[in-house]
């Protein structure tokens, strides 16, 4: 993650594609991303990730609702 200070980690925003079109009880697992229906059956989820940590964190949420996480990208400031 980028930082601007050693000490203290810059937010970095994150695209998460997922496959499939998700329910609104799967997106309120994810209230700190906003959502974009994409082409192809695809869900794209977007928004601010503080550090690595809150990162494994959505990537854990991903895997226990076993969803299919087809493409993770970092967005450009």
């Given at each position: ?69 087809v ?7």
């Open positions: 993650m980028a930082t601007s200070d050693p000490g203290r980690p810059t937010t970095v925003r994150y695209a998460f594609l997922v496959g499939g079109e998700l329910s609104e009880r799967v997106l309120a697992a994810f209230p700190e991303l906003q959502v974009s229906e994409t082409a192809h059956a695809h869900t794209t989820l977007y928004g601010p990730v503080r550090d690595n940590t809150e990162l494994r964190g959505m990537l854990a949420r991903f895997d226990a609702l076993g969803l299919s996480l493409e993770m990208r970092r967005l450009p400031d």
